[in-house]
Antibody, heavy 122, light 108 residues
Framework: EVQLVESGGGLVKPGGSLRLSCAAS????????MNWVRQAPGKGLEWVSS????????YYADSVKGRFTISRDNAKNSLYLQMNSLRAEDTAVYYC???????????????WGQGTLVTVSS | SYVLTQPPSVSVAPGKTARITCGGN??????VHWYQQKPGQAPVLVIY???DRPSGIPERFSGSNSGNTATLTISRVEAGDEADYYC???????????FGGGTKLTVL
């Protein structure tokens, strides 16, 4: 059974940093691209970042580019999101999601974690 | 960047058919995926590649995509279908994943 478990969320002051983790199990983690998707309170889903299976390709939404860094450790079956220079508008539940698809057919998210809440407030 | 437009809300009586649209420039040339999200829960994939259903998703859920509009159709709507629904595409020109704003489905 595929499982994705996020951790590392919490309360942080504006300008602060936080590192999220996602522990994966039930599949060959090193074979899949992975993503972070967030959802601000009462708002819709927003894709944040993706990383290819070997970390060769990394993409970010414009809203977090230059502040957030996605990474992975295939030996530990883990995905990370380093968040710096946090702003109030970064307050959200952050989900880890497995990528599925190809460059020919397009990509989607077939499995999601339960999310971890990040609150940016003074 | 590529923009997907969904109606904020759709209402339907039990047993009827709900249609949720997702608009985008020439969206018919892209693969569209749909997610269901119930309050307090993570999103769940209900349709991928325009019209394919993951295992475990009822046949009542179907999808289509042509021109500038993709549509998620839910037949014989049940109270348990009440949720937020999001469409999503991969924008090949930017290599970014894009979500629509979401549609709240209310079962009357």
């Amino acid at each position: 059974e595929v499982q994705l478990v996020e951790s590392g969320g919490g309360l942080v002051k504006p300008g602060g940093s936080l590192r999220l983790s996602c522990a994966a199990s039930g599949f060959t983690f090193s074979s899949y691209s992975m993503n972070w998707v967030r959802q601000a309170p009462g708002k819709g889903l927003e894709w944040v970042s993706s990383i290819s299976s070997s970390s060769s390709y990394i993409y970010y939404a414009d809203s977090v580019k230059g502040r957030f860094t996605i990474s992975r450790d295939n030996a530990k079956n883990s995905l990370y999101l380093q968040m710096n220079s946090l702003r109030a508008e970064d307050t959200a539940v952050y989900y880890c999601a497995r990528d599925q698809g190809t460059v020919t057919t397009g990509y989607y998210f077939d499995y999601w974690g339960q999310g971890t809440l990040v609150t940016v407030s003074s | 960047s590529y923009v997907l437009t969904q109606p904020p809300s759709v209402s339907v009586a039990p047993g009827k058919t709900a249609r949720i649209t997702c608009g985008g420039n020439n969206i018919g040339s892209k693969s569209v995926h749909w997610y269901q999200q119930k309050p307090g829960q993570a999103p769940v994939l209900v349709i991928y590649y325009d019209s394919d259903r993951p295992s475990g998703i009822p046949e009542r859920f179907s999808g289509s995509n042509s021109g500038n509009t993709a549509t998620l159709t839910i037949s014989r709507v049940e109270a348990g279908d009440e949720a937020d629904y999001y469409c999503q595409v991969w924008d090949s020109s930017s290599d970014l994943r894009v979500f629509g704003g979401g549609t709240k489905l209310t079962v009357l």
